[in-house]
């Protein structure tokens, strides 16, 4: 999707959901865009991955809960370790055993002020593909005294993904604040088929039973109160 027909659809939106529509479109199409996909790109490929700057936006609307993403955004933290392409900031660990990440070489996020950030959280929210992400998917029952074991131990959650801050994990997204950040019915679309997202995510195609699924993402939706402050 080109400049001009993105724009288009930022200002409808904005037009659509906003007061000071064009301020809040033009935060969208010349800041966010800089380093986020925010229409789904025509082409998936290697070459696309591997240059992004920031995680694709198109499905923020499906994926993120409004007011954790209104807080987020005047006040950033890190959520990917060596930012959304980890491996332009790995380097080896003294004893070379261990990758480590050069923090120099992570861009920090912009903060946003109050009324952009709402304006922008707003927009965002209304990125929601059909098909994606199935609503009601997550039964939002109790994961069970096994949940936690299935995400720490079992299905390797904790190897690519930090359970808690301070934890090692380099390559994905730290989940310790999953339950503030995203939808339960996100998680569970992701965790079923990340590649429908993204086809060339890291994230596996895990071959979790359906029950599994439904623990994990109950057991992260807890994952609430030990976001890093």
């Not at 993105?6 to 409808?12: D, G, N, S």
């Not at 790109?41 to 995680?55: C, Q």
């Not at 690519?160 to 996100?186: I, N, W």
């Not at 965790?191 to 195609?205: E, I």
């Amino acid at each position: 999707m080109n400049t001009t027909s993105l724009r288009a659809i930022l200002a409808a939106l904005a037009f659509t959901l906003l007061p000071g529509a064009a301020h809040s479109a033009d935060l969208l199409s010349q800041q966010c865009v800089a380093c986020h996909a925010i229409a789904k790109p025509e082409k998936a490929s290697l070459e696309r991955i591997l240059e992004r700057k920031g995680p694709d936006l198109y499905y923020a609307g499906a994926k993120f809960n409004q007011e954790w993403l209104v807080a987020w955004l005047q006040n950033p933290t890190t959520i990917r370790p060596g930012g959304a392409m980890f491996l332009h900031a790995v380097k080896a660990g003294a004893d070379r055993a261990v990758d480590t990440i050069d923090a120099a070489k992570v861009a920090p996020h912009p903060k946003l002020s109050a009324a952009d950030a709402k304006a922008a959280a707003e927009l965002l929210m209304a990125l929601k593909p059909d098909g994606l992400v199935t609503p009601g998917a997550h039964k939002g029952e109790p994961g069970g005294s096994m949940a936690s074991m299935l995400f720490s131990k079992l299905r390797g959650c904790t190897s690519c993904h930090a359970a808690k801050p301070g934890d090692a994990p380099l390559s994905g997204p730290e989940l310790y604040s999953a339950g503030a950040r995203l939808q339960p019915d996100f998680m569970l679309a992701y965790m079923k088929d990340p590649q429908r997202f993204d086809p060339h995510t890291w994230m596996p195609t895990l071959g979790l039973t359906d029950a599994d699924m439904q623990k994990l993402t109950s057991y992260m939706s807890t994952l609430k109160n030990q976001e890093k402050k």
